[in-house]
């Protein structure tokens, strides 16, 4: 049985090391989502992409802008 696809934000970065910073970043945070392989959906430099609940869409944004994580793009997709 295929597992049901829910709405997720999608945040797309421009090397792997905005991506790894994402991830140190939002640990430090308790940022919600974790790192996936980009989805094909998306082009972006990067083949890491950072994946949350549609929910923490404010907290993703927090933690992007509080610690200045340079990305190219978010975006809303069902994973």
């Known amino acids: 049985m295929a597992r ?3 709405k997720r934000i999608v945040v797309a970065f421009g090397g792997t090391a905005q991506a790894l910073f994402m991830e140190q970043c939002a640990l430090k945070e308790k940022t919600e989502g974790r790192l ?3 989805p094909g959906e998306i082009s972006a430099e990067c083949g890491l992409a950072w994946s949350a609940p549609a929910e923490a ?11 200045q994580i340079q990305i ?3 975006y809303f997709l069902f994973l």
């Open 4 to 6: 049901k696809k829910t």
């Open 36 to 38: 996936i392989p980009l």
């Open 57 to 67: 869409e404010e907290e993703v944004k927090k933690t992007i802008k509080q610690h």
């Open 72 to 74: 190219e793009g978010i």
